[in-house]
Nanobody
Framework: QVQLVESGGGLVQAGGSLRLYCAAS????????MGWIRQAPGKEREFVAA????????YYGDSVKGRFTISRDNAKNTVYLQMNSLKPEDTAVYYC??????????????WGQGTQVTVSS
């Protein structure tokens, strides 16, 4: 059983940056592909980014390409999401997820509790 805990969310002005963290425990972190998925109020979940087991391959949703970067440190059991040039439409709860499939939009086995990101205009 893998436990995922997100952190790093908060309130930021449009054009600013945030870095999200996801700490994993309870499993072999390097054997899981990782993803970030977000959900805004009243909207369906939206795929943000995914990274493969080694960190050598990444995949992004169209709305964040060129602005967000996913990375991982297997020695620290942590995955990151660097978010730059933030827009009000990036406001959402951001979830970290782990799974055996890469790339995947939503086929993850484990999910964190989410961290709120709010971008003001």
């Amino acid at each position: 059983q893998v436990q995922l805990v997100e952190s790093g969310g908060g309130l930021v002005q449009a054009g600013g940056s945030l870095r999200l963290y996801c700490a994993a425990s309870g499993g072999t972190f390097s054997s899981y592909a990782m993803g970030w998925i977000r959900q805004a109020p009243g909207k369906e979940r939206e795929f943000v980014a995914a990274i493969n087991w080694s960190g050598g391959r990444t995949y992004y949703g169209d709305s964040v390409k060129g602005r967000f970067t996913i990375s991982r440190d297997n020695a620290k059991n942590t995955v990151y999401l660097q978010m730059n040039s933030l827009k009000p439409e990036d406001t959402a709860v951001y979830y970290c997820a782990a799974g055996r499939t890469y790339p995947t939009y939503s086929n993850y086995d484990y999910w964190g509790q989410g961290t709120q990101v709010t971008v003001s205009s």
